[in-house]
């Protein structure tokens, strides 16, 4: 996934806001939370971070092309970092974002998800 792809994708779901900071990175957010993050590389591979579930980092956080998020993971935070297509192609990464974005928003306060217009669901 290049750089463009990745900021269309996350652009294309609701209520996203997006900046470029911490060097240069892209991070994507929902009411004002971080749920995507892309910008470091290994070789042609976008590195891109998300938010999962427990047993989604469980199974994946050890697999090729996939670690736990440098910072985030360290601190408990369940998020991963692809670095390479190994296990998880585009097509799949797209779906992990939108469970990210998901996760993020069911995280938001009652308040915000009303003013936002974001479901229960």
């Keep these: 996934m290049q750089i463009e792809d990745y900021n269309s994708f996350c652009a294309s779901l609701p209520h996203t ?5 911490w060097g240069g990175a892209h991070v994507w957010k929902v009411g004002g939370r ?3 993050i892309a910008g470091w590389s290994k ?3 976008l590195g891109i971070t998300f938010k999962c579930s ?4 469980e199974i994946l956080k050890d697999e090729p ?3 736990p998020a440098p910072y985030l ?3 408990g935070m369940k998020w991963l970092q692809r670095y390479g297509r190994e296990i998880v192609d585009d097509a799949v ?4 974002l939108e469970e990210s974005y998901r996760l993020v928003a069911r995280g938001l306060t009652k308040r915000v998800r009303k003013e ?6």
């Excluded at 806001?17 to 900071?21: A, K, L, R």
């Design 17 to 21: 806001t997006h900046v470029v900071q």
């Design 34 to 36: 971080v749920f995507a």
């Design 43 to 45: 070789g042609d591979d």
């Design 54 to 57: 427990d047993i989604t980092y």
């Design 65 to 67: 092309g996939l670690r």
């Design 73 to 75: 993971a360290s601190r």
């Design 93 to 96: 990464l797209e779906g992990y």
């Design 116 to 121: 936002l217009g974001l479901d229960e669901t």
